[in-house]
């Protein structure tokens, strides 16, 4: 299936790399060399050079990162996570997001390159940037600072996550 190429994206390929540019900036990726890409008339189409169970699935997941490549620099991508607890919240500076989760210290955490953040209302973060890979990788070393636990939902968890809460200990009368 043909990937179409917006009229605002210039895609150029050699030597196996990828190179994407567009309004938001520009992407690099090494392509395997078992996946041939040729760019005709607006469009990528992804092909494998020889059919084998490691190329079959070599070739979607090509297609499917090159896809995120041209969303990201027409279009952007956004992460979403909530912090749950009394006291529990974060703070930007520059490009450095401080939580307050829980421990005795607060948790210095730096935003990789290509990242941004904005924080609402202290406890709801919004990860933002033209890497689908990146932001996904960022925003889950942010939820393990303090993964959700399901006796009160208290930690940081993604905004469409659902936390099947646990009932605590029961006390029987004898």
Excluded: C, W
């Excluded at 070739?59 to 990201?72: D, F, K």
């Excluded at 960022?138 to 939902?153: D, F």
């Amino acid at each position: 299936m043909p990937i179409v190429i917006p009229e605002s994206v210039k895609v150029a390929y050699s030597e196996h790399n990828l190179v994407i540019k567009g309004k938001n900036g520009e992407l690099i990726r090494h392509i395997h060399p078992d996946i041939d890409l040729e760019i005709k008339q607006g469009m990528v189409v992804v092909t494998p050079n020889k059919l084998s169970k490691k190329t079959n699935a070599l070739h979607g997941l090509t297609r499917s990162l090159i896809a995120n490549m041209i969303t990201g620099v027409t279009k952007g991508f956004e992460r979403v996570l909530e912090i749950n607890g009394v006291g529990y919240r974060a703070e930007l500076k520059g490009d450095t997001l401080t939580f307050n989760i829980g421990y005795s210290h607060p948790v210095v955490y730096k935003l990789p390159q290509g990242v941004s953040a904005a924080v609402e209302k202290l406890t709801r973060i919004t990860l933002s940037g033209i890497d689908k890979e990146l932001i996904g990788l960022t925003a889950a070393k942010i939820r393990s600072l303090h993964k959700p636990e399901p006796y009160k939902g208290k930690g940081i968890k993604y905004a469409e996550e659902h936390i099947r809460r646990k009932s605590g200990k029961s006390v029987t009368k004898a």
